[in-house]
T-cell receptor, first 110, second 113 residues
């Protein structure tokens, strides 16, 4: 039920790009993305809905492939402030239980 | 600003004790959630509630119960704490629509000795 994220961890230099993937075994209604900095609570980044509607962060983009039940988060020109653990959260088409993924640790170094 | 508060940041309890974790939100959200966070396992849903006195089991409800007597408050209860319940517990809330983001509290780090 829990979506699988890849990679588990990534280290970038400032200015580099990264892609984080989220894959579910269930048909999805929506995908959420959150970032958690060390010692802090997760913070919302973006929601993607079935049908292509999006709501979220201006500087971070994401895609949602409904047929493949996958979402990807694109972080471009990374900054030190992008460091943290990124979680996807999924809401299936059927049922109302929300599932978070296992997380991707992203570290941006100077 | 939406605020979700949790009763304690750190808690140490002994095996067999009954433990109460409290969560309060001030934005009139319908939905409230309890998660536990463990390294490598991400956030796992314990229980959620979409209305007062309503609750639904998440992925890992065993050993836990919840109470939602008022809209703004959602309590997580460990009936008889065990060492494998040592974890970070996060509360979250959101409006009813699935289009809406979840707002998280700061978390409670529970250690069961």
């Amino acid at each position: 039920q829990q979506p699988v994220q890849s990679p588990q961890a990534v280290i970038l230099r400032e200015g580099e790009d990264a892609v984080i993937n989220c894959s579910s075994s269930k048909a999805l209604y929506s995908v959420h993305w959150y970032r958690q900095k060390h010692g802090e609570a997760p913070v919302f980044l973006m929601i993607l809905l079935k049908g292509g509607e999006q709501k979220g962060h201006e500087k971070i983009s994401a895609s949602f492939n409904e047929k493949k039940q996958q979402s990807s988060l694109y972080l471009t020109a990374s900054q030190l402030s992008y460091s943290g653990t990124y979680f996807c959260g999924t809401l299936p088409n059927t049922g109302n239980q929300f599932y978070f993924g296992t997380g991707t640790s992203l570290t941006v170094i100077p | 600003d939406v605020k979700v508060t949790q009763s304690s940041r750190y808690l140490v309890k002994r095996t067999g004790e009954k433990v109460f974790l409290e969560c309060v939100q001030d934005m009139d959200h319908e939905n409230m959630f309890w998660y536990r966070q463990d390294p490598g396992l991400g956030l796992r849903l314990i229980y959620f509630s979409y209305d007062v006195k309503m609750k639904e089991k998440g992925d890992i409800p065993e050993g836990y119960s919840v109470s939602r007597e008022k809209k703004e408050r959602f309590s997580l209860i460990l009936e008889s704490a065990s060492t494998n319940q040592t974890s970070m517990y996060l509360c979250a809330s959101s409006f009813a629509s699935s289009y809406n983001e979840q707002f998280f509290g700061p978390g409670t780090r529970l250690t069961v000795l």
